[in-house]
């Protein structure tokens, strides 16, 4: 672990929690404790021990809060905390938690935990709705304002799989757990997607309840501070010190592109290396030209890819894409021993990120996301080492596994023209 030489200054990590959403580049916060975490099998018991430790209140956002033992295990850590009196907030993707709901309320509410649904599909209607597409897909916990935990990891057993059931090994994924002044921006962020999701929910009896009080004005005034997402502050200063960390965030406000533009600059930066995993791979092509030119002006390209894929056409939209990689001098690694779910950068010897964005239309242009960006040497040389570890029992892709020629082409242009029409489905123009 990473350890910070001195405590933070509390006046600016408080300002810290809202006003690095208004930059447009990332605000790193030095003064930082980081430890990389492999797996729920070591991500939850630290989550579980900080909640059972917790003594004012617990945020959570999840994509897939599952009903397996491994689940309901960490439902009842967060139970027990919301009836000794802390504030437990929970919220939960109506897509990804879907098959859930029902035991998620019945372990949970009862105990006082404030369970909200991020867009939920309580009617089939509700799947004819363009926004249903765009999903909460960030993994984020904070406990107390002390610790925060981020990644790529769901609620949900490393051998167990929604669509595969019992897995033969765990999946390959990864989270952080932080403290330091870069807790502060991950719970203002479980905080806003909670607000989000349980306002629509909340709205008429808040609004029923105004309208009864003294000072009806006045009390609406406090309800939309209450929910305004970020509310804006002043320029913040960026910290010199050791281990600096930054929250960044996809959005359909502010950040819209913020993650796929810190991996462009980083790969851009790039000196010697760029390491990269990700199981969903269809980039745009503003980060295919920034890989290849890394690749082109002598940076070693290195993508760790899916090899058992869970989902057979978002393998075939990355493997249409090896040739044009390939032939730049990218290599490109399929992980076969397992399921592959990690979303992790390295770039030279001190920038990593770890977090819940895939590197496809998806994630980078629609869902609500959340990374993790590391500027410190150890932490880098530790993902490093992981990454290294994982390619070790990979297959080196050599040659384009779909081929080349009229064919080949054919499927690129069905690939291509399948993203574009989900992209405007959900509402999206132009190329990516």
Excluded at 123 to 144: A, E, F, I, Y
Excluded at 342 to 364: F, Q, Y
Aim: hydrophobic share 50%; glycine share 8%.
């Amino acid at each position: 672990m990473s350890r910070p030489p001195a405590p933070t200054d509390s006046a600016q990590g408080a300002a810290a929690g809202t006003a690095w959403y208004w930059h447009a580049q990332p605000v790193f916060l030095g003064g930082n404790e980081v430890r990389l975490l492999q797996g729920g099998d070591a991500l939850f018991p630290a989550m579980e021990a900080a909640i059972a430790q917790a003594r004012h209140e617990v945020w959570l956002a999840t994509y897939i809060f599952h009903h397996d033992p491994r689940a309901e295990r960490m439902a009842a850590t967060l139970a027990a905390a919301a009836a000794r009196g802390v504030r437990v907030r929970v919220v939960v993707d109506g897509f990804g938690s879907h098959a859930s709901l029902a035991r998620l309320q019945q372990w949970m509410v009862p105990q006082g935990v404030a369970l909200a649904v991020f867009r939920p599909l309580e009617r089939w209607w509700n799947w004819l709705q363009p926004g249903q597409l765009r999903r909460l897909h960030q993994k984020l916990c904070v406990v107390d304002g002390t610790v925060g935990f981020v990644g790529g990891i769901n609620v949900i057993d490393d051998r167990v799989d929604l669509n595969h059931g019992p897995l033969d090994a765990p999946r390959l994924d990864f989270a952080v757990e932080v403290r330091g002044p870069a807790v502060l921006p991950i719970e203002q962020t479980s905080r806003a997607v909670w607000t989000r999701a349980a306002f629509g929910r909340d709205w008429q009896a808040e609004m029923l309840a105004l309208a009864r009080s003294a000072a009806p004005m006045s009390g609406v005034r406090r309800l939309l501070r209450s929910v305004r997402l970020m509310p804006p502050l002043p320029a913040l200063p960026q910290r010199p010190d050791p281990v600096q960390v930054a929250l960044v965030v996809r959005d359909n406000l502010r950040q819209r592109r913020a993650i796929e533009r810190a991996y462009i600059e980083a790969i851009d930066g790039a000196r010697w290396r760029v390491d990269l995993i990700s199981p969903y791979f269809y980039p745009g092509q503003g980060f295919r030209r920034a890989l290849r030119r890394a690749a082109r002006r002598g940076v070693q390209v290195r993508l760790l890819l899916q090899g058992r894929p869970d989902y057979r056409l978002a393998a075939t939209a990355a493997r249409v894409l090896y040739d044009e990689l390939l032939a730049q001098g990218v290599q490109i690694f399929e992980y076969t021993p397992a399921f592959l779910h990690a979303k992790v950068c390295i770039v030279d010897d001190d920038w990593a990120t770890v977090g819940s964005s895939n590197i496809d239309p998806l994630s980078l242009l629609l869902n609500l996301e959340a990374n993790l960006l590391v500027r410190d040497t150890a932490f880098a040389a530790t993902t490093a080492a992981a990454f290294e570890q994982a390619v070790a029992m990979s297959q080196q892709v050599t040659d384009a596994p779909l081929g080349r020629g009229a064919f080949a082409a054919l499927r690129r242009g069905l690939i291509a023209s399948l993203a574009h029409w989900y992209l405007r489905m959900a509402g999206l123009s132009g190329r990516y």
